[in-house]
């Protein structure tokens, strides 16, 4: 009975070296809605705290996608929180994820008490769908210190997007992200509405893009930096040389190099 009490003890908060490690705990009713939290040891007073999102088109994957980056921004000295959401299907959209990462939030800065970190302006990060997700999220609640998004899907009513959807079988993602069936003529009002390119606001945001992406294009990205620029908002947009949807990050070295731009911009802009 000791021995497992004490394997419970270690499966439910590890350690890291110097980061504390509470698996999924829970902050809606579904099984879905739950989150990885990372804790460093010592004073958190000033500390960032990330909101990490991982991809999967909406419709797969989960914290397994992502616990290793979660790790390795957190042994930097940050507060990490992997957070999962629900799947879209013809009942849950976009906009429930939205509340699923609204909820997540909360259970976060209702948790800094416990722990000493900032009880609110937080960073987000996301990859792929997480991008789009971390995107639409900071830009709409506009309560981000700073966005960080890599291969994201920002401009889901471009008609080149549309058609790559179609042509490989998955244009239904889009329609049920947006909660509406696309026009093949144009004019596809809800998908618009979610996408990150048209709800710009004024969140420092960085972007991370391999220019061989062949899921997402990377002028998704290139064309969302030039808003940005235009709208004389902060933004960074870093192209990564023959790198695929993965943006490099499993690749070793690419992906110590982007943990550091990511970790440098969050530092940037955590004041």
């Given at each position: 009975?000791?021995?497992?009490?004490?394997?419970?003890?270690?499966?439910?908060?590890?350690?890291?070296?110097?980061?504390?490690?509470?698996?999924?705990?829970?902050?809606?009713?579904?099984?879905?809605?739950?989150?990885?939290?990372?804790?460093?040891?010592?004073?958190?007073?000033?500390?960032?705290?990330?909101?990490?999102?991982?991809?999967?088109?909406?419709?797969?994957?989960?914290?397994?996608?992502?616990?290793?980056h979660a790790l390795d921004i957190a042994n930097k000295g940050f507060v990490v929180?992997?957070?999962?959401?629900?799947?879209?299907?013809?009942?849950?959209?976009?906009?429930?994820?939205?509340?699923?990462?609204?909820?997540?939030?909360?259970?976060?800065?209702?948790?800094s008490g416990k722990y000493g970190y900032a009880k609110k302006e937080y960073h987000?990060?996301?990859?792929?769908?997480?991008?789009?997700?971390?995107?639409?999220?900071?830009?709409?609640?506009?309560?981000?210190?700073?966005?960080?998004?890599?291969?994201?899907?920002?401009?889901?009513?471009?008609?080149?997007?549309?058609?790559?959807?179609?042509?490989?079988?998955?244009?239904?993602?889009?329609?049920?992200?947006?909660?509406?069936?696309?026009?093949?003529?144009?004019?596809?009002?809800?998908?618009?509405?979610?996408?990150?390119?048209?709800?710009?606001?004024?969140?420092?945001?960085?972007?991370?893009?391999?220019?061989?992406?062949?899921?997402?294009?990377?002028?998704?990205?290139?064309?969302?930096?030039?808003?940005?620029?235009?709208?004389?908002?902060?933004?960074?947009?870093?192209?990564?040389?023959?790198?695929?949807?993965?943006?490099?990050?499993?690749?070793?070295?690419?992906?110590?190099?982007?943990?550091?731009?990511?970790?440098?911009?969050?530092?940037?802009?955590?004041?």
């Open positions: 009975m000791k021995h497992y009490f004490l394997f419970l003890l270690f499966a439910f908060c590890s350690s890291f070296g110097q980061t504390n490690y509470f698996p999924h705990l829970s902050y809606g009713k579904s099984s879905q809605q739950i989150l990885d939290l990372y804790v460093p040891n010592g004073n958190l007073k000033d500390v960032p705290v990330v909101i990490l999102l991982h991809g999967g088109s909406w419709s797969m994957g989960g914290l397994e996608y992502t616990n290793k929180a992997n957070v999962d959401y629900r799947y879209i299907n013809d009942t849950i959209s976009a906009k429930d994820l939205l509340t699923d990462i609204g909820a997540a939030i909360k259970y976060v800065s209702k948790t987000i990060v996301g990859i792929s769908a997480g991008a789009h997700l971390a995107l639409l999220y900071g830009y709409t609640k506009r309560n981000m210190k700073s966005i960080t998004a890599l291969c994201a899907p920002s401009k889901l009513d471009s008609p080149e997007v549309l058609e790559l959807r179609k042509n490989s079988g998955h244009l239904d993602i889009i329609e049920k992200l947006a909660g509406a069936k696309i026009n093949p003529s144009g004019n596809n009002v809800a998908v618009t509405k979610i996408s990150p390119f048209s709800n710009i606001s004024n969140i420092p945001t960085l972007l991370i893009h391999g220019n061989a992406d062949n899921v997402v294009d990377v002028s998704q990205s290139q064309n969302l930096y030039n808003e940005l620029k235009r709208k004389g908002i902060e933004t960074k947009l870093i192209i990564r040389e023959g790198k695929g949807h993965d943006v490099g990050m499993n690749t070793p070295e690419t992906e110590i190099q982007n943990i550091k731009d990511i970790t440098d911009w969050i530092l940037q802009h955590n004041k």
